[in-house]
């Protein structure tokens, strides 16, 4: 995988055809947002909002991840519309109202992000584990560590509180509190659909969940073969 030629932020355009010659698939903005990656914009300095540049005096690169912002972009829009973004800091801030309205061709991808998610794409399948092996389902812990930052809910609370798709009824494995709701387990694939279903937590984020975190590896094919049969 040679990143020689992609520019440490990249345009969709530059993004969209180095991916495809990595992976021979074709790309669009779309699905680079279905897949998890965060676009940024590039701020030029406001003094009328030093709250959100500080010290960055020469403007700084703004990333898009709210829900509602990225769904717009990945639905067609013809413009691009930050409504919440992070200050120069790092910080989560709310830019004045109705947001900040950039262009499409002003949107950028950073290199580091295209280069690992090229990585997860053309990393081999790992060998098929014999069903004996297959994990009885993740911890609370883990649930948080996956999902947490995705779903706008009390998260701990709401796996506490067992109601609905945390309970047994939905993704929490009935066997695993027979002895003690400490030892509980959710399944990781019913979780994440019934937050999005639900909740509506976006597919993307979800999505990267799966890929990045070792601990659902082995629910991986589960989760993929429940998108292909719900058509998502």
């Known amino acids: 995988m040679d990143t020689t030629d992609l520019p440490f932020r990249a345009t969709t355009e530059e993004a969209c055809a180095w991916l495809a010659q990595q992976t021979a698939t074709p790309w669009s903005l779309a699905r680079l947002l279905e897949h998890g990656l965060t ?17 960055a005096n020469g403007g700084y690169a ?3 991840f709210f829900q509602d912002d990225i769904a717009r972009l990945a639905a067609g829009s013809a413009d691009v519309l930050i409504t919440l973004t992070k200050d120069a800091y790092g910080i989560v801030a709310r830019p004045p109202a109705p947001g900040f309205t950039r262009g499409l061709d002003e949107l950028r991808f950073q ?12 990393q081999p399948p790992a060998a098929a584990k014999p069903a004996a092996e297959s994990p009885f389902g993740i911890g ?4 948080l560590t996956a999902f947490g930052r995705i779903v706008r809910l009390d998260l701990a609370q709401a796996l506490d509180d067992a109601i609905g798709i945390f309970g047994d009824d939905g993704a929490r494995v009935k066997a ?13 694939v019913t979780l994440a659909l019934g937050l999005h279903d639900v909740y509506r937590a976006p597919l993307g984020p ?7 975190h070792d601990f659902l590896r082995a629910w991986r094919d589960d989760w993929e073969q429940s998108l292909r049969l719900l058509g998502k």
Do not use: C, M
């Open 111 to 122: 290199k580091k992000d295209l280069a690992a998610l090229a990585k997860q794409l053309l």
């Open 62 to 64: 703004a990333p898009i």
């Open 39 to 55: 676009p940024y914009v590039w701020l030029d300095y406001d003094a009328a909002l030093p709250e959100l540049f500080g010290d």
């Open 176 to 188: 695993s509190v027979r002895k003690s709701k400490r030892h509980a387990v959710w399944n990781p």
């Open 140 to 143: 609370r812990d883990e649930v």
């Open 206 to 212: 979800l999505k990267k969940a799966f890929n990045t």
